[in-house]
């Protein structure tokens, strides 16, 4: 079925004439014949009645038309919304963990704000996810912590946050600046391997040669954070999540001799990725944020 046929069809019908069909579909009439023939085969009976003064629409040809304009109100709408396609289409995103928790709420919330018809999805996952969902095209754009990722990725900063170990106002510390090898004798509450945070921390601690024992592993930096203020240990912490606490008095920081605990903060996208103009409005608020 040849939607063009149905148009040409419709037309016949409204102006009761090829001629004038012709004329207001902007084509020949020798078009608008072959058209009607066509459709005629197909359905194996006449769809007009031709007269002196015109065409007539037959019954079947009734019938034809009005199965036909749900399809072509259909086409019609489709035509309308095509050239506004690509600003329609929903963003998808992937966060690590701690971004999501503090930075990515206000991003998001200045953008709908400016866009309020941008539909946005965001799926929490660990860093080390974050690099394979976007290898595999599942997500337009990351947000990610540690050293920019080379080769494959366009990068853009959000900053850096410094890791605080911190633990209860009333946690028994032996001494006030702690090395790295001090700290792993106390109890610790960590975020899991893979995640940022952790890569980092064990980064620093392979540079010492030292290897904790944690009694919380977590990938819920929140829980480990109530864990640190109800005393159970020293977490390792980003400063942005733990400022509050130690300013309420329910946390306080642990000086630890140590460099290196640091991680950057970055918006990713594949170098392949094409930019559609919702993505390139989110860079660009990203930028200016």
């Not at 024992?213 to 980003?238: R, T």
């Not at 930019?275 to 930028?287: E, F, M, R, V």
Request: net charge neutral; with cysteine.
């Amino acid at each position: 079925m040849n939607i063009r046929y149905l148009e040409i069809m419709e037309a016949i019908a409204e102006t009761g004439s090829f001629t004038k069909a012709a004329r207001k579909l902007y084509i020949t009439q020798s078009a608008v014949s072959h058209a009607v023939a066509e459709l005629e085969a197909q359905a194996g009976t006449a769809l007009f009645e031709r007269r002196s003064k015109g065409v007539a629409v037959t019954a079947c040809g009734r019938s034809l038309l009005e199965e036909a304009q749900e399809i072509l109100i259909a086409c019609r709408n489709l035509d309308r919304r095509l050239p506004h396609l690509e600003e329609n289409t929903p963003l998808h995103i992937v966060s690590s963990i701690t971004i999501a928790t503090t930075l990515l709420p206000e991003i998001l919330s200045r953008f709908h704000k400016d866009y309020p018809e941008l539909k946005v999805f965001v799926k929490i996952a660990s860093a080390d996810r974050v690099l394979t969902i976007l290898r595999h095209g599942d997500a337009d754009l990351g947000f990610w912590e540690g050293t920019a990722p080379e080769g494959e990725f366009v990068s853009v900063s959000l900053g850096a946050y410094q890791l605080k170990a911190v633990c209860a106002p009333d946690f028994d510390l032996s001494r006030q600046t702690l090395s790295i090898r001090q700290l792993c004798q106390y109890p610790l509450l960590l975020r899991e391997p893979g995640s940022a945070i952790r890569d980092t921390f064990d980064r620093v601690l392979l540079r010492e040669n030292a290897k904790p024992e944690p009694v919380w592993e977590s990938v819920n930096s929140l829980a480990l954070l109530k864990a640190a203020e109800s005393g159970i240990g020293i977490s390792i912490l980003p400063d942005r999540l733990v400022e509050e606490s130690i300013a309420a008095g329910r946390l306080r920081p642990v000086k630890v001799k140590a460099a290196g605990l640091e991680n950057q903060m970055l918006a990713l996208y594949h170098k392949k990725k094409y930019i559609t103009k919702p993505l390139q409005l989110l860079l660009d608020a990203i930028q200016a944020f």
